[in-house]
């Protein structure tokens, strides 16, 4: 079982930046694959950006050049920071990993965008 709990959403301005966290129950190494996705009122949920297996990143087309993806494998946790916040990057964002075929889900957090 893989537990996964994030943290740092909150409000921003336009152009301002946030660090997403998310922790890991157990170790980070025994993950899979692991990424973030988000999911906008009235839409879809989408992949933001994640780490492969192989260990590649791959980021949304909407992000690509903005956010960052990382990893602290010493503390279980992986990072999200996005820079150059626009409103349509107001989601609830979610941690995801993959474990021997099994799919786990984060609670989310809020990210809003506003002036």
């Known amino acids: 079982q893989v537990q996964l709990v994030e943290s740092g959403g909150g409000l921003v301005q336009p152009g301002g930046s946030l660090r997403l966290s998310c922790a890991v129950s157990g170790s980070i190494l025994s993950i899979d694959a692991m990424g973030w996705y988000r999911q906008a009122p009235g839409k879809q949920r989408e992949l933001v950006a994640v780490?492969?297996?192989?260990?590649?990143?791959n980021f949304g087309d909407s992000v690509q050049g903005r956010f960052t993806i990382s990893r602290d494998n010493a503390k279980n946790t992986m990072y999200l920071q996005m820079d150059s916040l626009k409103p349509e990057d107001t989601a609830v964002y979610y941690c995801h990993a993959t474990r021997l075929g099994n799919d786990y889900w984060g609670q989310g957090t809020q990210v809003t965008v506003s002036s």
């Open positions: 780490f492969s297996s192989g260990g590649s990143t």
